[in-house]
């Protein structure tokens, strides 16, 4: 090996070595990323309701739920409301975050 | 985590089953289904993040952007997705050309590392090459040998040799000559050998 071109050497390194890494995505990073596709995803049209959400199977947490419930338009209902909750504060801000609700997306991603 | 309704079988999945599930997550989430898109964050953003991690360390403060760019090029590419292979793929295909494109940046910055002269290494017996080292050390040196090197050196050594492109390739997507991509890899080798030659023998 000492005494290998270096353009063979660099072959043979690549084909043994597997630049791998094993950690897994931090709760923040998925945090991120969702909050920025959230807001991509709003920027071009309504999101789908909370209703149709709902109506779909999906859990919603106690605030999407209250959202969902109250007699407000099918537009409120499309909003972005993660936007305004201090779950996403949390979650893009801690790894840890102490965040615990049911049917929230963060939290879910967090437990992912 | 799973937004797309619960399993129905205790089968293991099958090819189409997993396709048309795909298929199912990427309409959600052009329907822009909230919770659709936090199934598809979650279930794509670790294999994302230890691929573009390990292609840009030790480099890693840039890790995040790039995951983060990767999500939001493959959500506006979604409806281009036809679902006749794996999404997993197709979102990874994506983080490779965002690496490339990553690549392409840093060597098309001037270079701040001097020209070294090359001392081609002369050919010898290489049998004993996999006597000489066991996998993990191998492993291990690697990751010390490129934590050391400029980053152009590091970037250019993984784009060509465990991303496979060519000399030619690297040319065209970063609009330097053959040539100059070729005498950067000479000295990017040179480089990583002197080290992990300093290395074995320290």
Known sequence: MANLPDEEFMERISDAVELTESESAPARLKAKVYSALMLRLAETGPLMSLSETNARGHKLCVFEELVRIAPVGEGAKSLNICRLCHARVLAEQIENAPIYWNGCSYVDLKNS | ?202
């Open chain 2, 1 to 202: 985590m799973n937004c797309l309704g619960p399993q129905t079988s205790d089968q293991p999945q099958t090819t189409s089953s997993m396709g048309s599930e795909d298929s199912a997550l990427v309409a959600a989430v052009l329907r822009k289904d909230r919770k659709a898109t936090a199934e598809f964050v979650a279930r794509y953003a670790d294999d994302l993040y230890r691929y573009v991690r390990s292609r840009l360390a030790p480099r890693y403060d840039q890790v995040d952007d790039l995951v983060q760019e990767v999500f939001l090029a493959a959500w506006e590419k979604l409806n281009h997705y036809r679902g006749t292979g794996p999404l997993q793929a197709w979102v990874m295909g994506i983080a490779r050309h965002k690496v490339e494109d990553h690549y392409r940046a840093r060597l098309r910055a001037p270079e701040s590392i001097e020209d070294a002269d090359q001392e081609p290494s002369s050919p010898a017996s290489v049998s004993d090459f996999h006597q000489l080292l066991e996998q993990d050390e191998l492993r291990k040196n690697t990751w010390r040998v490129m934590g050391g090197l400029p980053e152009q050196y590091r970037l250019a050594l993984i784009w060509r040799y465990w991303e496979k492109a060519s000399a030619r390739e690297m040319a065209l997507k970063t609009g330097k000559t053959e040539k100059g991509i070729e005498r950067l890899l000479a000295r990017a080798r040179a480089e990583f050998r002197e080290r992990w030659d300093h290395g074995q023998s320290s």
